[in-house]
């Protein structure tokens, strides 16, 4: 909005030479700038002006008939009193308006509607763009008008209901805004959701719950890892499980699995034991070869007293590091669970920040509307100037001598 | 602040110029500053080299003209030695109907035909004045001392 606010004072100063009233700055709802309009195929070079190489906008002709928006020729005669072109003497006096023909064809030049971006899809002759914008567009915002609403609204969104009130939300009996109420349902806790698997209707906040037990769900049988295929609703589990000779060999499966660990222990203690009491020297041990120059005769008893000793303390290793690796999926699980939790939330968060989205752009719309300053574009203007000064600054610093610094002065223009 | 469309033409129809040795890029994201090439016109004693040259759009063009400036250090009468150019269409003779290219374009033949009658540099003019061929010499041995090589521009590109 505030961007295109240099153009648009000079395109105003401009018109309002026939109305003679001066309202600068101040936007109307239909105020359009026809400068920044795009137009749909490129326009002929000989219908651009020379200065702004846009198609002609009010063309004006000069004495020396070369031709101009009335806008641009009026301000480049401020700078120059010559024609742009061939640098012949004009001044305002010398000029008259553009051929008609000429304003017919720029007038017909085809633009897309300036509210394109937005979802405007109309395409219309110049001339008759104001108009478009004014009457027909549906992406002009326009006042409410329901029941003396002075909300904002598209055209093409205005109804005879009012979608600014409060209306109570039939579920939750929270209130919200009408034109909210969709996104509400989104989220709304007491709206009930189908389950996906038993189709029937659950409360969002008891839905949770109901999927760790939805009849309908699908599970493996409780023995799946002793090697039953089956995957069955959860209603028919009990019954497949009542039958499942995996299901009734389970226990003797445990009892076989953990008698299997324990040997599978025993047999590794042993097997040490016996490598310390036979060394092998084809498979050194680090251990029994520091010993073995010592002698094993004379040191027998001890060395044996110290390896056993070993001994224990690497069952005790043992134990303690599956104990840490039961810990650790503990605490892996804990973890998981924690995370899953924390997602649902940011989940449930980022809906509720989308409904204040759609209220913060609702207010900036209405913002747009009030009348604007024209403070921005002048800062940034004024930043541009003070860097190319400092470049200059820097230039001069560089340089010394009389000579250097009448010829700056002399050359002004030119510095950067 | 807006940037009129001129200016976006006009960079649009840069970014397609070619075979005319002259090459302006946008600096940064800075929509009026722009970094320009200009390539030493054949014939001239800027022959073979590529100058570079900084070129700022203020606020209020068309209606006031670009302003720009050598970067490359270079031996001509009518550039001085912080690159500021006399040029007339710079200050004075400047129209709105002129662009970008143009102004470079007279640029480029500025240093193909050296006006030592309207100088900048002053000692500069003084020696073309004098010994236009010892001047020419010099000229040459800076381009070649200061300014980018053709071939090396072709490279990159
Ligand atoms: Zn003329
Ligand atoms: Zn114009
Ligand atoms: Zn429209
Ligand atoms: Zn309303
Ligand atoms: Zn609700
Ligand atoms: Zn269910
Ligand atoms: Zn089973």
């Given amino acids: 909005m505030s961007s295109s606010a240099p153009a648009s004072r000079r395109n105003s100063a401009i018109s309002n030479k026939s109305t003679s009233t001066t309202t600068p700055d101040k936007p109307t709802p239909t105020h359009l700038d026809l400068r920044t309009l795009r137009y749909v195929s490129p326009p002929d070079d ?3 002006c020379p200065i702004c190489h846009s198609p002609f906008l009010d063309p004006i002709q000069t004495r020396c008939r070369h031709t101009f928006c009335s806008d641009c020729i009026a301000e480049a005669l401020k700078n120059s009193e010559t024609c742009p072109i061939d640098r012949k003497p004009i001044t305002d006096e010398g000029l008259s308006p553009a051929p008609i023909l000429i304003a017919n064809m720029v007038n017909d030049l085809v633009v897309y509607c300036p509210n394109a971006e937005n979802g405007c899809t109309e395409t219309v002759p110049r001339h008759l ?3 478009h914008v004014r009457e027909t567009c549906g992406w002009v915002q326009v006042e409410c008008g329901v029941g003396g609403c002075k909300e904002m609204v598209r055209r093409n969104e205005t109804s005879m209901e009012c979608l600014h009130r409060l209306v109570k939300c039939e579920f939750c009996l929270e209130e919200v805004r009408r034109m909210d109420l969709d996104i509400h349902y989104d989220t709304c806790a007491g709206i009930s959701t189908d389950c996906p698997h038993c189709l029937t209707d659950y409360k969002r906040s008891d839905w949770k719950s109901h999927v760790q037990s939805c009849p309908e769900a699908s599970i493996p049988c409780s023995s799946s890892v002793y090697g039953c295929p089956t995957i069955l609703p959860r209603r028919e589990m009990a019954r497949h499980e009542s039958t499942c000779s995996f299901v009734h060999l389970t226990p003797v499966f445990r009892r076989h699995e953990s008698q299997i660990s324990e040997l599978a222990l025993e047999n590794r203690m042993l097997r040490r034991r016996l490598d310390l009491l036979y060394p092998r020297a084809t498979q050194p041990e680090s251990n029994t070869n520091s010993e073995e120059p010592q002698g094993p005769s004379v040191l027998d008893e001890q060395t044996y007293h110290i390896l056993s000793e070993q001994e224990h303390l690497r069952t005790d290793l043992d134990r303690l590091s599956e104990s840490m690796v039961a810990l650790e999926m503990k605490h ?6 924690e995370n899953m939790r924390v997602k649902e939330e940011m989940v449930a968060m980022r809906t509720a920040i989308n409904g204040v989205r759609m209220q913060m752009h609702w207010l900036l719309n209405m913002r747009a509307q009030a009348p604007f300053q024209p403070m921005m574009p002048m800062m940034g ?26 010829r700056h002065s002399e050359h002004q223009n030119v510095k950067l | 602040m807006s940037l009129p469309k001129r200016i976006l033409k006009e960079t649009e129809r840069l970014r397609n110029e070619k075979d005319t040795g002259i090459k302006a890029t946008i600096h940064g994201d800075n929509l009026r500053y722009f970094d320009v090439e200009i390539n030493g016109p054949e014939g001239s004693p800027y022959e073979g080299g590529v100058f570079e040259l900084e070129l700022f759009l203020p606020e209020d063009y068309p209606m006031s003209p670009p302003k720009v400036r050598f970067l490359t250090k270079i031996y001509h009468p009518n550039i001085d030695r912080l690159g500021r150019i006399c040029l007339d269409i710079l200050k004075n003779n400047w129209s709105p109907a002129l662009q970008i290219r143009t102004v470079l374009l007279s640029i480029q033949a500025l240093l193909g035909a050296p006006n030592p009658d309207d100088p900048l540099a002053n000692d500069v003019a003084q020696k073309w004045k004098e010994d236009e061929n010892a001047a020419k010499a010099t000229a040459r041995q800076w381009t070649k001392e200061y300014a980018k090589k053709v071939s090396d521009q072709k490279e990159e590109a």
Avoid: K, P, S
């Avoid at chain 1, 892996?332 to 669970?337: A, L, S, V």
């Avoid at chain 1, 200059?392 to 009389?402: C, H, N």
């Fill in chain 1, 332 to 337: 892996t699980m804990h973890f998981i669970n």
């Fill in chain 1, 381 to 406: 203007m004024g930043v541009m100037q003070q860097q190319a000064q400092v470049v200059a600054q820097g230039g001069t610093t560089t340089q010394g001598g009389e000579t250097v610094q009448r």
């Fill in chain 1, 46 to 48: 000989n219908l651009c």
């Fill in chain 1, 129 to 131: 763009v104001e108009g």
